[in-house]
Each structure stands twice: as structure tokens, then as C-alpha cells.
């Protein structure tokens, strides 16, 4: 590993996704910093963002994103384009949101053209999808409804659709 907790190399992890992905980063700097992995995380944060959305904000360079440190809250509105000049990443990660993440349809062309473009200006990340998971049983988020409000069902559909995803763009999965 290219970490260390020594004042050695410092890992830098970008997020281009939503509030799933803030939920993710809310305590993953200090987790990782107290098991000795030192890591600097950013995320850019549109809540609710799909992929669709992703790709129409980088292409028309939008600095609609709030950009999170560490968990932290926003600290400026920034471009997807901007942010992947602005370090030397490591992990980029890129999602779908919730309410369409089981729904593979809605992933392209999005998903490819987005993960070409972020592989051409950085080309030495590793690329990771991440998964989203399923509403909780009672959920009266509208998106449920794509999934008959099922919890079961939108894991499930979830499941296949990362997979599928994961395929398509060579990239692991963060479950």
C-alpha cells in the first residue's frame, strides 16, 4: 500500500455522487485515520444526482456541487471538471441515484461516457462503483415505488443492476 500513518503518502478519494455518498464519507476519514490509514476523502454533493445528471453537469461544466472534505460540510460550489484537475486521485468513486440505482436503464449512456471522460483526465485512479442500498420498510420515499415500495425487491434490483454496472465499466463495487 501507498498509505502510511507515518507523514508518508496521503491517499485522496473523490466521490461524484449524492447524499448516499455524503452518508458514506460522513465518518470514513476518521475511521480510516484511527486504523492507521491516512486519507483525505471529497465528495461532491447534489442530493438525489443521477447519472443522467452527472454526465449533463460535467459536459456542461455546472459548478453545481457542494464539496465536502472529510465529512465535513461544504466548503464552495464546484465543477465535476474541477475537481478532477484539483488533486492527484487515487479512488474516484461514481453512483447512481437511490431511486433509479436498480434500475440498470437508467445508467447509460451516462455511466460509460462519465467514467471514459474521468479515466481520460485522470488516468491513474482506480475507479470504483458504489452501491447504493435499499429504503428501509415503510419508506415513503417516492422512488420506493419503482420498486413496488420492496425493500427485498429494490435490494435485489440494486444487486443486479451494480453488477451489471461494475461489468460494464471494469470497476469493483464498494457494497
Request: hydrophobic share 35%.
Amino acid at each position: 500500500s501507498r498509505c502510511s500513518c507515518d507523514g508518508g503518502y496521503r491517499m485522496k478519494l473523490l466521490s461524484i455522487g449524492n447524499s448516499f455518498s455524503t452518508d458514506s464519507h460522513r465518518f470514513l476519514h476518521s475511521l480510516a485515520e484511527q486504523n492507521g490509514v491516512n486519507i483525505e476523502c471529497y465528495n461532491l454533493f447534489i442530493g438525489g444526482c443521477s447519472l443522467e445528471t452527472h454526465w449533463q453537469n460535467l459536459v456542461e461544466n455546472n459548478e453545481f456541487y457542494d464539496l465536502e472534505i472529510n465529512g465535513s460540510e461544504a466548503t464552495r460550489k464546484i465543477s465535476i471538471n474541477e475537481a478532477l484537475l484539483m488533486e492527484k486521485w487515487d479512488v474516484i468513486t461514481v453512483q447512481q441515484a437511490s431511486a433509479f440505482s436498480g434500475m440498470f436503464e437508467t445508467y447509460e449512456p451516462y455511466l460509460t461516457d462519465l467514467v471514459a471522460v474521468v479515466r481520460e483526465k485522470v488516468p491513474k485512479a482506480k475507479i470504483y462503483f458504489h452501491e447504493t442500498w435499499s429504503y428501509e420498510i415503510g419508506s415513503l420515499h417516492e422512488g420506493f415505488l419503482n420498486y413496488n415500495s420492496n425493500q427485498k425487491e429494490m435490494y435485489l434490483c440494486i444487486k443486479e443492476a451494480s453488477k451489471k454496472a461494475s461489468d460494464l465499466i471494469n470497476a469493483d463495487i464498494i457494497p
